[in-house]
C-alpha cells in the first residue's frame, strides 16, 4: 500500500501565482486533513474533511480552499500565493477523527516557496 | 494559538541515555498521541493513550496522561542515535475532529 501520497513534493511559485496541492490516501479513511508546518510552529491545521461531502476550517485556513473530491482525495488550493505561504505542506488521514481514537497517517510533504 | 506546548524545546543526551519529553495542553480532550518526525519526512505515529488511561507502554516508549493538570510525558528509554528526531504531541478534542498538534521537542542522540 502507498499510504498517503502528496504532490508534487517540490515547487517554486512568484507571488500571485495559482496552484494545488493533491493528496490520495489507499487506506479507505474516512478523515482527511492539511496542515502547514515553519520552524519552530510545529503543524498547524489549515483545513480538514471528517467525511466525504464535508470539509471545515483549521487554526489558518486564510488563503486557502479545499475540496473533497471523492472518499481517496483532498486537494489543497493557493488561489493567489503570498511569501507568507511558504512552508512545508501535509497531508493527513484517519479511519475517522476525533473520538475513534485512531492515528493520523501522513504523506512525506510538498515543500513551497514563494518569491 | 496551539493546543500542546511541548517542553524542552530541544535535547541532547548520550547513547543509553533516558529521554523525557512533556506536553502541556488547555481544553478537555478525548486523547493525546506521540508523534515523530524524522528531518524531511512526514509524522509518524508511536502511541496514543485515552483521556481515562494513565499510562501506556510501547517496547521502548512510556507514555504517561495527567488529565488535572492537562499535561503527558514521553520516556524514551535506553536511547539510540536513531532515536535523533522531532517528538511532537497532538490532541483530539472532545466531539470534535481536530487533531491539533504542539510545536515539538528536538532529540538528538549522541553515540
Known amino acids: 500500500n502507498a499510504g498517503v501520497t502528496q504532490t508534487p513534493k517540490f515547487q517554486v511559485l512568484k507571488t500571485g501565482q495559482s496552484m494545488t496541492l493533491q493528496c490520495a490516501q489507499d487506506?479507505?479513511?474516512?478523515?482527511m486533513y492539511w496542515y502547514r508546518q515553519d520552524p519552530g510552529m510545529g503543524l498547524r491545521l489549515i483545513y480538514y474533511?471528517?467525511?466525504?461531502?464535508?470539509?471545515d476550517k483549521g487554526e489558518v485556513p486564510n488563503g486557502y480552499n479545499v475540496s473533497r473530491l471523492n472518499k481517496r482525495e483532498f486537494s489543497l488550493r493557493l488561489e493567489s500565493a503570498a511569501p507568507s505561504q511558504t512552508s512545508v505542506y501535509f497531508c493527513?488521514?484517519?479511519?475517522?477523527?476525533?473520538?475513534?481514537?485512531?492515528?493520523?497517517?501522513f504523506g512525506n510533504g510538498t515543500r513551497l516557496t514563494v518569491t | 494559538s496551539q493546543q500542546g506546548e511541548e517542553d524542552p524545546q530541544a535535547l541532547s543526551i548520550q547513547e543509553g541515555e533516558n529521554a523525557t519529553m512533556n506536553c502541556s495542553y488547555k481544553?478537555?480532550?478525548?486523547?493525546l498521541q506521540w508523534y515523530r518526525q524524522n528531518s524531511g519526512r512526514g509524522l509518524v505515529h508511536l502511541i496514543l493513550?485515552?483521556?481515562?488511561?494513565r499510562e501506556k507502554h510501547s517496547g521502548r516508549l512510556r507514555v504517561t496522561l495527567d488529565t488535572s493538570k492537562k499535561s503527558s510525558s514521553l520516556l524514551i528509554t535506553a536511547s539510540r542515535a536513531a532515536d535523533t528526531a522531532s517528538y511532537f504531541c497532538?490532541?483530539?478534542?472532545?466531539?470534535?475532529?481536530?487533531?491539533?498538534f504542539g510545536a515539538g521537542t528536538r532529540l538528538f542522540v549522541k553515540a
Open positions: 493527513a488521514s484517519t479511519t475517522l477523527g476525533g473520538a475513534d481514537n485512531s492515528p493520523l497517517h
Open positions: 487506506m479507505n479513511h474516512n478523515s
Open positions: 474533511s471528517a467525511s466525504e461531502g464535508t470539509t
Open positions: 481544553t478537555s480532550i478525548n486523547n
Open positions: 493513550i485515552r483521556s481515562n488511561e
Open positions: 497532538a490532541t483530539d478534542a472532545w466531539g470534535g475532529f481536530k487533531t491539533i
